[in-house]
């Protein structure tokens, strides 16, 4: 069993800076790509950074692009997006994405899995 646990959302006032952590474990191999994707009120999810575990090549969303930025721990399974000048459009529940294949059987089976979710809230 995959669990993805975030941790260090909160509230910040803008021009603050967050830095948000995700610890994977369990039964993983095979990794493609973790990241990050958000959800603001009212609105679809949408991908904030991804990172690819082989080559390291980071992509970022437009509007997020020179102001957060994602990094990682291979050897710890573990994923940080720092969030600087932080803005009221950031405010979302953010959540940790992994992209990973395993074999069932003798079938190379792709899974998806996001954890539960962290609250960021910018405001005065």
Request: charged residues 15%; hydrophobic residues 30%; proline residues 4%.
């Amino acid at each position: 069993q995959v669990q993805l646990v975030e941790s260090g959302g909160g509230s910040v006032q803008p021009g603050g800076s967050l830095r948000l952590s995700c610890v994977a474990s369990g039964s993983i191999s095979n990794i493609y790509a973790m990241g990050w994707y958000r959800q603001p009120p009212g609105k679809t999810r949408e991908l904030v950074a991804q990172i690819y575990a082989t080559s390291g090549a980071t992509e970022y969303a437009d509007s997020v692009r020179d102001r957060f930025t994602i990094s990682r721990d291979t050897a710890k399974n573990t994923l940080w997006l720092q969030m600087d000048n932080l803005k009221p459009d950031d405010t979302a529940v953010y959540y940790c994405n992994l992209v990973y294949s395993d074999y069932v059987g003798a079938i190379l089976t792709p899974y998806d899995y996001y954890g539960q979710g962290i609250q960021v809230t910018v405001s005065s």
